[in-house]
């Protein structure tokens, strides 16, 4: 049997047992994650590079439950473009052919952000950096014209640490284009394909900490004032870098959702896995630690009307970018962090069995009438 029709019959969950592949008793759903989502209207999908989706176990994950396709890398600018010429858009076109392979909506992820500025631009003045975003941003949605679910226009432009800035970050973006300016983006966008949903997209929102509080109020703040103008935006991209270190409350989470919503605003989790640096313990403990996060965040998720998709930040502990040397806090027993549904080798971890009955169980269909506040 193709490994890949054995993980559509077992779920993807299977044991390696003294060299054999054996099934694990417990049933499993035959469908995949994005089939299950798409019960109550939604979407469930990846963040991939093309280096590890045309390899196993990262391809037949993708096969059976990707619904939606975000390119970890290959649509950032700088990756694209240097000072050397033409931009080179191979592998972001890579990730697009592989969503239409797999019949995936596609993320556009993302058209400004400080930290994918390419590099030559960071001292330009100001009218030379205004003429090349402007110029990137049109000349990608062209490139991806009516191909693209969302696209995700800004990203990461919020710092509550900066009170003498209102909240707003202080960056290549915010010297050169100007914080004010941010709508204008939108703008842009919604000329270039008017068929793509526009996003703004952030992270650390999500959880019971102060410094996430503050961080949703300075959000909350600067969306009142970019609808008041009237800026064409259409969803909020939740990151959900979550992590277990962390308090989490379903109750202020769905407060924020409804708060949200009052904008007229469809949430897109865009990013999800859970971080356990500081988990103490073995793998089975961490695991279960990490499921429970997992489900108690997607179930609050599925509850709410205006959430419409559901994006995991890589497929495998693998190929997570959390793993990757220059990614954050590493443990202190030196493993490697466990933050996604399939362990390195792809075989479903317990935090994959929690989010396939999180969206199996789920009632609350997605629902843009009442996202949209009519
Ligand atoms: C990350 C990639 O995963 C890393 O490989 C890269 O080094 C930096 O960017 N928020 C975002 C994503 O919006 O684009 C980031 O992706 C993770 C945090």
Redesign the pocket.
Known sequence: MLRREFLRLTGGTCLVHAGMVVAQTQPQPEEGLDTLARRTGRRFGF?VQPSHADKEPVRSLLQQHAGVITA??AM?WNIMSNLLGAPDYRAADQVGALASSLGAALRG??LA?H??TPAYLTNAAPEQFVTAQTAHLQALMQRFKGRIHTW?VL??VIDAAAADHQGMRQSVLSRLWGTDRYPALFELARAADPSAKLAY?D?GMEQDEPWCEARRSVLLRMLEAWVKRGTPIDVMGL?A?LDLSRRFSAQKLLRFFNDLQAFGLSIQI??LDVRDASNPGGVAARDEAVAALYKDFMDACLSHPAVEMVVM??VTDGDS?IN?W??GQRRTDGLPQRPLLFDAQGLAKPAFHTVTASLGDATVKFDMKKASNG
């Open positions: 963040a970890e890398l950032k992820h993302t952000w930290q994918s995700d990203n990461e997209n992270y990151q870098h865009t990013e930040w890589n970018w990757r220059n990614q």
